[in-house]
């Protein structure tokens, strides 16, 4: 068996990827891993400095902050219901809308994708959106959560590429002769051999879900139906008001006291950090082995 040599220039330009790679890598790690060791260190340590990549003082305050408050476990579940709910309807939306813009047969076809790609560059604008959701009866409810940003034009595009790529015509033929219908061909056809793309959906809809505070912050009046990051946001919010507020009310005997609980309330923010994006953390490896196929064969065509 013979083996091809590499030359010097060949040795060179891979040391150099390599290298350039593990700064790529480590760019990327280090705020993770300082995000976690902060939020598990002493809090005057980390505000001093000292503490730089590992864990110092190893402290928990910060997550017994956040979870002793019963509204974290309420916007956990409210989120957890309106990111389900949300991929749910989005995926429901989505592979339809792209599957039938991707067969060659539908009348006005190009019409609709010009219409669709539109939205992508011209919207109402926030004020005629919120008109619309109000006079919809949406405000306040968990329609207003899951409903205005159920569809994203770029991932119907994606899955119509991907429907085009992966699904034949003579597929789709063949299984109308055996007198299949359209409904049964798309459910029955269409979906089991779509899931790398439906994966990659469920991914891209789930994160934004999972992240959005807008909507609630413009839709929703009942804390009861926060979602978790805009709880977050509160506390985050309150506990900036409230170190303000102490700062000008301050006496020089207690500038410890206070130092000391600024530097909690910023350990407190790295727990929040942490707190909100473990989840999707967890979630994505399970989820990994299609999002690169599912994205490639949905961006590319030929």
């Not at 916007?75 to 709910?85: C, Q, R």
């Not at 190009?110 to 919207?123: G, L, Q, R, V």
Request: charged share 15%; hydrophobic share 50%.
């Amino acid at each position: 068996m013979t083996t091809i040599r590499e030359s010097r220039n060949d040795r060179i330009f891979k040391a150099f990827i390599y290298s350039f790679l593990i700064v790529i890598l480590i760019i990327v790690l280090y705020p993770l891993i300082y995000i976690i060791s902060a939020s598990i260190s002493d809090p005057t340590l980390v505000s001093s400095g000292k503490m730089w990549l590992w864990p110092k003082g190893i402290n928990f305050d910060g997550y017994k902050l956040i979870f002793q408050d019963d509204q974290i476990w309420i916007g956990y579940l409210n989120t957890i219901y309106y990111t389900v709910l949300g991929v749910l309807i989005s995926l429901a939306i989505t592979l339809p809308a792209a599957y039938a813009l991707s067969r060659r047969k539908l009348v006005g076809g190009n019409f609709f994708m010009m219409m669709f790609a539109f939205t992508m560059f011209f919207s109402g604008g926030l004020v005629p959106t919120y008109l619309l959701v109000k006079n919809l009866g949406l405000v306040n409810t968990v329609g207003a959560m899951v409903l205005p940003n159920a569809a994203a034009v770029w991932n119907i595009i994606v899955c119509r590429t991907f429907f085009q790529v992966t699904i034949p015509k003579e597929l789709e033929e063949a299984a109308i002769i055996d007198g299949c219908s359209t409904t049964k061909l798309f459910f029955k056809v269409v979906i089991p051999l779509s899931m790398p793309i439906i994966a990659v959906m469920a991914l891209f809809y789930g994160v934004g879900q999972w992240n959005d505070y807008f909507n609630a912050l413009i839709y929703l009046s009942d804390k009861e139906k926060y979602p978790l990051q805009m709880i977050l946001r509160q506390i985050l919010v309150l506990q900036e008001l409230g170190n303000d507020n102490m700062a000008t009310s301050i006496s020089n005997s207690a500038a410890e006291a206070m130092q000391h609980s600024q530097s909690l309330a910023d350990i407190m923010k790295y727990a929040i950090i942490i707190v909100s994006t473990l989840p999707m953390i967890i979630v994505y490896p399970f989820l990994q082995r299609f999002f690169v196929k599912g994205v490639m064969i949905g961006s590319i065509k030929g």
